[in-house]
């Protein structure tokens, strides 16, 4: 499974140990759903850079478009002059993006920059400073992004005081329900965790935003009943709350909607990509209504590289693919057929206490019971570990660090989800027995 000794060696002199080293592989080259390492290996990838690369690796349309940017220009920055890529993507995200009504795009690199756009938006209009987030969420690494994650290990450990003003409310992880209920006679008690926070802890009239993912993705691909999305929806409106949806790994296409928002008939106020915007190159998006997004005066906003054209130009040939080969559609079909296939294995293996997602987001959570369920934490690691060995890449995560996720790219066939599904059922066979 290691990668070349050349490789190992330079990495643990010249990069920190901070970074994480999942594989320890050394790739060299990526096509479509397929990654060779340095050492001749190739890899099924179903992690897709972490869901961000919904064409795959290197599709050719991609490649070209870059190309034909880089020979124009790589970059003038957005703050001195406009520029047609970035003004086409913005487009197309304002007309994509969930909601009726005039809308307004502004791009930036990476995801924890558009959220923390987004919050500096929200702040701004509301002069207010509150801020709303979830338990087991995952929003960046930044110092505010990190805040606003619903998650200390990895994380906030040992990087100081969380920023003030943030709180936390219970998600409807429904396995794993914090009153102890079941889905739907629990009336969807988690969503009395935010009156709770408006009662208790802050007034909602200091709160700017609340910021949520419609699906966990981090927190182990969790999707929450339609009611509680809805429900976080109508509590925002009915304290004049900004809503800000973190589609950075759901949206474009990933879930089987252009964004998860759609699935659960919610229209956020402002709406958060990342990921697979870029196809593969650094490029973020904050999409909202267009008085909120105008409200900040010139100046106020801005970055030196955000809306990056040969980025901008990647974005606008990923959104093209998408609809060309309709992979929306494509991405709902991928997540029936592995959820019938992983359904398959959770009858066989009891180790899989939960298998859940939405379209090419699916994730298994492993239990040592499924009475206890006990989080499975180091069998999670080995049938990570075995997957690989066995030609088959997949992102752990979760909370309690026991889910397996599955985020092939859109374009994967179907005998490559017969050939991961066969892979995991070998793995698990192995592990477990
Ligand atoms: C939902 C969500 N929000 C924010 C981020 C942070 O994005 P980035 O790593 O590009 O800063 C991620 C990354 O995994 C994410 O999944």
Known sequence: ???SDGDRGQREVIVPKGLFDITKLSIVRAHGSRL????????????????????????????????????????????LTAYQPYLSLAGRLN???????????????????AVENAVKIARYVQKREGLIAFQHSFHGRTSLAAGLTGRVRAIKAGFGLPHPGIFHAPYAYCYR????????????RCLKGLQDLVRYSIPAKQVAALIMEPILGEGGAVVPPVGFVQGVAKFCSDKGIILIMDEIQTGLGRTGAWFASQHFGVAPDLVLTAKALGGGLPLSGVTGRAEIMDAVYPGGLGTTFGGNPVCCRAGLAVIEIIEQENLVVRAAEIGSKLKQGLDQLKEMFPIIGDVRGLGAMMGLELVEDTASKTPAVEATKKLFETCLRRGLLLVSGGTYRNVLRLLPPLIVTDDELEQALDTLKAALTEVIG
Do not use: R, W
């Open 1 to 3: 499974m290691s990668g």
């Open 36 to 79: 060779v390492a340095d050492i001749g290996a190739e890899y099924l990838d179903f992690a897709s850079g972490i869901a961000s690369l919904p064409v795959g690796h290197s599709h050719p349309e991609v490649v070209k478009a870059i190309t034909a940017q880089a020979q124009d220009y790589l970059h003038l920055c957005f703050n």
């Open 95 to 113: 007309n994509l993006a969930p909601g009726h009504g005039p809308k307004k795009t502004m791009l930036l690199n990476s995801g924890a920059e």
């Open 177 to 188: 329900c914090s009153s102890g209920l079941t889905y739907p006679n629990c009336d969807i």
